[in-house]
């Protein structure tokens, strides 16, 4: 077990790529992430472990460790267990990418003992851990305690990916699943079968909502929230939101939450989950890192509710769940909350992590910074040389620049306003540059 603070973006260490992450209230009161693990270095999404994480403040975070491994689930190595159909191309219209996509995935991942997305809940003293593997097979497990270990594993009778747990007011549970459609069913009370007659398809469907993958479900003020990975806007980069007065349907599509496409030149798919913590309600979602589609990573933004119970769509941010970067605090490079052109964070020379692949023409994002006092003065960590031009917010007219020669810390002349804003830096001039972190102070002697 590991303790460490962050209240920023990206919010676990830059060594753990959490995606896909369900966060839920526990009864001991901590909010618990559950989420897969892009561990390998090779192109595999996922891995054969689950690690939990958990706070009870968004800024004080333990990481539990390994909750479940793939070696625990016997029928994935027995040929005579029962395998149920996934995808029925025939009545499903993916588009040609979509389709190529998966055909791909599949074809490189069925061999392997991958566990993808899971989701967790308490029920009765004991806490569930639902899971679904490389196969598409899924299933259950159980512990005594939130953050596991989880044991005993059960299959389910379905199959696909993305699994989904949510229980009413009354105590019902609910079960969903799928990809391209989504799936659900009653649980029954002992949380490890279906009930009867009760699996319920195309509660969600790629023609009517934009579907892509990763049904999560929620409760508020009588409304029904069905979060969502949406291909709406092209790429499955979007999280979107569908409601319902009832669990199973029908859902009306009602938008997006928030979009992680920019947050890395491969960006590729989102997936993640609404929770209400202390009183506010956060997204938590992933952003793609190192110029790939996976090496992911948990971000959480606050979220926003409207009188008719809508969501505000939100942007990505570097401040997270946490206050913006004040006047004389460290940024560090990777926290870049969007980029463009060939500009992408990753692992440097020195063990830490910032921006590299830099062009000229490149930008990086940075949101926010408040300052309650007028700063001047801008320090640049990089390597490498070139010209950073800094922008506030949509401003046409540069606030400042640096000039980075032969790699150093680098300050310079800035001028900039009071209150909140967004960063913004291009790139000009580049050879080699890579940049760790910016910081804006007061300099006395300009």
Not at 126 to 154: H, M, Q, W
Not at 195 to 209: A, V
Not at 341 to 356: F, H, M, Q, R, W
Request: net charge negative.
């Amino acid at each position: 077990m590991k303790e460490f603070k962050n209240c920023r973006n990206p919010v676990l260490p830059t060594y753990l790529h959490i995606p896909d992450s369900e966060a839920h209230i526990m009864p001991d009161g901590r909010v618990y992430v559950y989420g897969s693990w892009d561990q390998y270095d090779e192109d595999v999404y996922c891995s054969k472990e689950y690690r939990v994480f958990s706070s009870s403040n968004m800024i004080d975070w333990t990481d539990h460790g390994k909750s479940f491994d793939s070696s625990q689930v016997q029928w994935m190595y027995d040929e005579n267990a029962h395998k149920y159909p996934v995808v029925d191309w025939d009545n499903t219209n993916p588009t040609p990418m979509l389709k190529k996509t998966f055909e791909d995935t599949m074809e490189a991942f069925t061999t392997k003992d991958l566990l993808y997305a899971p989701d967790a809940i308490s029920k009765n003293g004991k806490y569930y851990l639902y899971f679904c593997l490389s196969d598409i097979t899924e299933g259950v497990a159980v512990s005594d305690r939130p953050e596991g270990p989880f044991s005993n594993p059960v299959q389910l009778p379905c199959a696909g990916i993305d699994p989904a747990v949510f229980i009413d007011d009354d105590g019902q549970a609910y079960y969903f699943w799928g990809q391209f459609r989504s799936s659900g069913a009653k649980l029954k009370d002992n949380m490890i079968e279906f009930e009867e007659n009760s699996i319920t398809n195309k509660i969600l469907t790629e023609e009517e909502h934009g579907f892509h993958e990763g049904s999560s479900v929620r409760k508020r003020n009588g409304i029904y929230y069905c979060v969502y990975a949406s291909i709406i806007r092209g790429k499955a980069t979007s999280l979107a939101y569908a409601t319902s007065k009832s669990p199973l349907g029908p859902y009306e599509y009602k938008g997006i939450i928030i979009d992680n496409d920019g947050c890395d030149p491969q960006s590729w798919n989102n997936h993640g989950s609404i929770e209400e913590v202390n009183g506010q309600w956060y997204v938590f979602y992933h952003r793609s890192s190192q110029n790939k589609k996976i090496r992911r990573r948990l971000c959480i933004e606050p979220i926003f509710f409207n009188e008719d119970g809508t969501i505000q769509e939100v942007l990505m941010t570097s401040q997270g769940a946490g206050r913006p970067f004040s006047i004389d605090e460290q940024i560090e490079a990777y926290r870049a909350c969007y980029l463009s052109g060939s500009v992408y964070i990753a692992p440097l020379k020195n063990d830490c992590e910032g921006l590299t692949g830099i062009r000229d023409g490149d930008t990086a994002i940075y949101r926010y910074v408040e300052w309650e006092r007028p700063t001047n003065g801008v320090y640049i960590n990089a390597t490498g040389s070139g010209e950073i031009i800094i922008y506030l917010d949509e401003e046409e007219d540069p606030s400042g620049s640096v000039t980075v020669s032969e790699g150093c810390i680098t300050s310079s002349v800035f001028k900039a306003y009071l209150g909140k804003h967004t960063i913004k830096l291009k790139f000009n001039k580049v050879n080699n540059l890579e940049v760790y972190s910016l910081k804006f102070d007061i300099n006395e002697m300009i």
